[in-house]
Protein backbone atom coordinates (compact mmCIF):
# COMPACT_ATOMS: atom_id res chain seq x y z
CA UNK A 1 0.00 0.00 0.00
CA UNK A 2 0.96 3.35 -0.75
CA UNK A 3 1.17 6.61 1.58
CA UNK A 4 -1.74 7.71 -0.09
CA UNK A 5 -3.60 4.15 0.38
CA UNK A 6 -2.76 4.21 4.36
CA UNK A 7 -4.23 7.88 4.71
CA UNK A 8 -7.14 7.27 3.30
CA UNK A 9 -7.66 3.88 5.12
CA UNK A 10 -6.78 5.64 8.49
CA UNK A 11 -10.03 8.07 7.47
CA UNK A 12 -11.95 5.33 6.27
CA UNK A 13 -11.18 3.36 9.91
CA UNK A 14 -12.19 6.77 12.08
CA UNK A 15 -15.15 8.30 10.40
CA UNK A 16 -16.25 11.65 12.10
CA UNK A 17 -12.71 11.52 14.39
CA UNK A 18 -10.32 14.37 14.72
CA UNK A 19 -6.92 12.93 13.93
CA UNK A 20 -4.15 14.53 14.34
CA UNK A 21 -0.80 12.31 12.69
CA UNK A 22 2.49 12.35 14.29
CA UNK A 23 5.13 11.78 11.62
CA UNK A 24 9.13 12.24 10.97
CA UNK A 25 10.03 13.85 7.79
CA UNK A 26 10.43 11.39 5.31
CA UNK A 27 9.42 12.56 1.55
CA UNK A 28 6.37 10.67 1.69
CA UNK A 29 4.74 12.30 4.52
CA UNK A 30 6.09 16.18 3.70
CA UNK A 31 5.42 16.22 -0.29
CA UNK A 32 2.63 18.27 -0.99
CA UNK A 33 0.30 15.76 -2.26
CA UNK A 34 0.38 14.15 1.27
CA UNK A 35 -0.39 17.97 2.19
CA UNK A 36 -3.03 18.08 -0.01
CA UNK A 37 -4.70 15.24 0.62
CA UNK A 38 -4.14 15.20 4.34
CA UNK A 39 -6.29 18.41 4.22
CA UNK A 40 -8.77 17.56 2.18
CA UNK A 41 -9.62 14.15 4.46
CA UNK A 42 -9.21 16.65 7.56
CA UNK A 43 -6.45 15.04 9.01
CA UNK A 44 -3.86 16.98 10.82
CA UNK A 45 0.07 16.34 9.85
CA UNK A 46 2.47 17.16 12.53
CA UNK A 47 6.60 16.19 12.07
CA UNK A 48 8.73 15.54 14.46
CA UNK A 49 12.28 17.08 15.00
CA UNK A 50 15.00 15.31 12.79
CA UNK A 51 16.84 12.48 14.69
CA UNK A 52 14.78 12.33 17.80
CA UNK A 53 15.26 8.69 19.03
CA UNK A 54 12.83 10.15 22.39
CA UNK A 55 9.76 10.65 20.28
CA UNK A 56 10.55 8.58 17.68
CA UNK A 57 11.49 4.82 18.42
CA UNK A 58 12.23 3.70 15.11
CA UNK A 59 15.30 6.25 15.00
CA UNK A 60 17.32 3.70 16.95
CA UNK A 61 16.11 0.60 14.27
CA UNK A 62 17.33 2.95 11.43
CA UNK A 63 20.33 3.53 13.61
CA UNK A 64 21.32 -0.03 14.01
CA UNK A 65 20.30 -1.19 10.65
CA UNK A 66 23.36 1.71 9.18
CA UNK A 67 25.75 0.54 11.80
CA UNK A 68 25.56 -3.10 11.41
CA UNK A 69 24.21 -3.87 7.60
CA UNK A 70 24.47 -0.90 5.53
CA UNK A 71 27.45 0.60 6.39
CA UNK A 72 28.93 -2.67 8.00
CA UNK A 73 32.33 -1.17 7.91
CA UNK A 74 33.32 -1.78 4.43
CA UNK A 75 37.03 -0.95 3.36
CA UNK A 76 36.88 2.24 1.45
CA UNK A 77 39.64 4.55 -0.17
CA UNK A 78 38.02 7.44 1.32
CA UNK A 79 40.15 10.32 2.71
CA UNK A 80 38.55 10.19 5.75
CA UNK A 81 39.22 6.65 5.98
CA UNK A 82 42.85 6.66 4.70
CA UNK A 83 43.19 9.82 6.90
CA UNK A 84 42.52 8.06 10.15
CA UNK A 85 44.13 4.43 8.93
CA UNK A 86 47.40 5.85 8.45
CA UNK A 87 48.03 7.70 11.46
CA UNK A 88 46.74 4.85 13.21
CA UNK A 89 49.61 2.94 11.79
CA UNK A 90 52.21 5.80 11.82
CA UNK A 91 51.86 7.14 15.45
CA UNK A 92 53.46 4.29 16.70
CA UNK A 93 55.95 4.02 14.47
CA UNK A 94 57.19 8.03 15.03
CA UNK A 95 56.98 7.57 18.76
CA UNK A 96 59.01 4.78 18.97
CA UNK A 97 62.86 6.12 19.66
CA UNK A 98 64.02 3.53 16.96
CA UNK A 99 61.64 0.78 15.71
CA UNK A 100 62.49 -2.29 13.73
CA UNK A 101 59.98 -4.74 13.99
CA UNK A 102 56.26 -4.28 13.89
CA UNK A 103 52.89 -6.40 14.18
CA UNK A 104 49.65 -5.32 12.44
CA UNK A 105 47.00 -7.34 13.31
CA UNK A 106 44.05 -7.36 10.83
CA UNK A 107 44.79 -6.24 6.96
CA UNK A 108 41.25 -4.56 6.08
CA UNK A 109 42.20 -2.49 3.27
CA UNK A 110 45.96 -2.35 4.17
CA UNK A 111 45.86 1.28 5.04
CA UNK A 112 46.86 0.85 8.39
CA UNK A 113 50.20 -1.58 8.00
CA UNK A 114 50.98 0.68 4.91
CA UNK A 115 51.82 3.23 7.18
CA UNK A 116 53.63 0.83 9.53
CA UNK A 117 55.91 -0.18 6.34
CA UNK A 118 56.63 3.25 4.57
CA UNK A 119 58.79 3.92 7.83
CA UNK A 120 60.93 0.90 6.58
CA UNK A 121 60.63 -1.62 9.57
CA UNK A 122 60.32 -5.42 8.91
CA UNK A 123 56.19 -5.78 9.29
CA UNK A 124 54.21 -9.07 9.62
CA UNK A 125 50.49 -8.42 8.91
CA UNK A 126 48.13 -11.18 10.54
CA UNK A 127 44.63 -11.16 8.35
CA UNK A 128 42.48 -14.01 8.96
CA UNK A 129 40.57 -14.02 5.94
CA UNK A 130 41.88 -14.48 2.72
CA UNK A 131 39.07 -13.17 0.80
CA UNK A 132 40.12 -9.79 2.85
CA UNK A 133 43.52 -10.41 1.36
CA UNK A 134 42.18 -10.69 -1.86
CA UNK A 135 40.32 -7.85 -1.48
CA UNK A 136 42.98 -5.41 -0.46
CA UNK A 137 43.90 -5.29 -4.29
CA UNK A 138 41.85 -3.40 -5.05
CA UNK A 139 42.96 -0.90 -2.35
CA UNK A 140 46.64 0.02 -3.91
CA UNK A 141 46.32 3.79 -3.57
CA UNK A 142 45.96 3.67 -0.29
CA UNK A 143 48.12 0.61 0.47
CA UNK A 144 50.91 1.86 -1.29
CA UNK A 145 50.88 -2.09 -3.14
CA UNK A 146 51.71 -3.06 0.91
CA UNK A 147 51.96 -6.94 -0.27
CA UNK A 148 54.61 -6.26 -3.00
CA UNK A 149 56.78 -4.59 -0.32
CA UNK A 150 59.85 -6.73 0.75
CA UNK A 151 59.70 -5.86 4.58
CA UNK A 152 55.93 -6.76 4.68
CA UNK A 153 55.14 -10.61 5.57
CA UNK A 154 51.74 -11.76 5.43
CA UNK A 155 50.32 -14.04 7.91
CA UNK A 156 46.61 -15.93 7.23
CA UNK A 157 45.94 -16.78 10.83
CA UNK A 158 44.35 -15.53 14.15
CA UNK A 159 45.68 -12.68 15.07
CA UNK A 160 45.89 -14.19 18.60
CA UNK A 161 46.61 -17.20 17.55
CA UNK A 162 49.62 -16.03 16.07
CA UNK A 163 50.99 -14.69 19.10
CA UNK A 164 50.15 -17.23 21.43
CA UNK A 165 52.04 -19.33 19.43
CA UNK A 166 54.90 -17.27 18.38
CA UNK A 167 58.16 -16.21 19.84
CA UNK A 168 59.20 -13.06 18.21
CA UNK A 169 58.95 -9.60 19.78
CA UNK A 170 57.67 -6.56 18.45
CA UNK A 171 58.79 -2.78 18.76
CA UNK A 172 55.31 -1.62 17.70
CA UNK A 173 51.94 -3.59 17.42
CA UNK A 174 48.62 -2.04 16.18
CA UNK A 175 45.69 -3.28 14.24
CA UNK A 176 43.41 -2.74 11.91
CA UNK A 177 39.94 -0.34 12.42
CA UNK A 178 37.97 -3.26 13.97
CA UNK A 179 34.60 -1.84 15.28
CA UNK A 180 34.23 -4.11 18.79
CA UNK A 181 30.27 -3.97 18.01
CA UNK A 182 30.79 -6.44 15.21
CA UNK A 183 30.87 -10.24 15.26
CA UNK A 184 33.76 -11.81 16.73
CA UNK A 185 35.70 -8.14 16.61
CA UNK A 186 35.25 -7.81 20.59
CA UNK A 187 37.93 -10.32 20.72
CA UNK A 188 40.57 -7.86 20.34
CA UNK A 189 39.43 -5.73 23.21
CA UNK A 190 39.70 -8.05 25.76
CA UNK A 191 41.38 -8.47 28.19
CA UNK A 192 43.14 -11.68 27.27
CA UNK A 193 43.80 -9.56 23.84
CA UNK A 194 45.86 -7.21 25.43
CA UNK A 195 47.61 -9.66 27.69
CA UNK A 196 48.80 -11.30 24.51
CA UNK A 197 50.02 -8.01 23.47
CA UNK A 198 51.61 -7.25 25.88
CA UNK A 199 53.47 -10.43 26.37
CA UNK A 200 54.39 -9.78 22.32
CA UNK A 201 56.03 -6.58 22.85
CA UNK A 202 59.81 -6.24 23.00
CA UNK A 203 61.63 -4.02 25.79
CA UNK A 204 60.38 -0.74 25.42
CA UNK A 205 57.87 -1.56 22.47
CA UNK A 206 54.85 0.08 22.09
CA UNK A 207 50.94 -0.61 21.61
CA UNK A 208 48.16 1.06 19.59
CA UNK A 209 44.96 0.29 19.65
CA UNK A 210 41.54 2.38 18.28
CA UNK A 211 38.70 3.05 20.68
CA UNK A 212 35.55 2.09 18.93
CA UNK A 213 33.28 2.87 21.67
CA UNK A 214 29.83 4.24 20.51
CA UNK A 215 29.07 5.95 23.83
CA UNK A 216 31.14 7.39 26.70
CA UNK A 217 30.07 4.30 28.90
CA UNK A 218 31.65 1.64 26.30
CA UNK A 219 34.31 4.22 25.51
CA UNK A 220 35.33 4.47 29.69
CA UNK A 221 35.52 0.09 29.36
CA UNK A 222 37.70 -0.33 26.53
CA UNK A 223 40.07 1.90 27.82
CA UNK A 224 39.84 0.56 31.25
CA UNK A 225 40.34 -3.10 29.49
CA UNK A 226 43.53 -1.61 27.94
CA UNK A 227 45.23 -0.20 30.87
Known amino acids: PTWRDHLLRIRRTWRGW ?9 SPHTAGASRALAAELGIVLRWLPTACPELNPVEDLWRWL ?8 QANNSAPTAFVHH ?66 HLHVDDGRNFMLMGRKK ?18 LYSKEYYELVRDSLAEGGLAMQWNGGDSMTEYKLLMRTFL
Open 66 to 73: KGAILCNH
Open 87 to 152: RIGALPVMLHQAPTTALVVGLGGGATPAAVARHNVDVDVVELSAAVVAGSNFFKDINFDLLSRPNV
Open 18 to 26: RIILFLDRG
Open 170 to 187: YDVITADIILPRHAGAGA
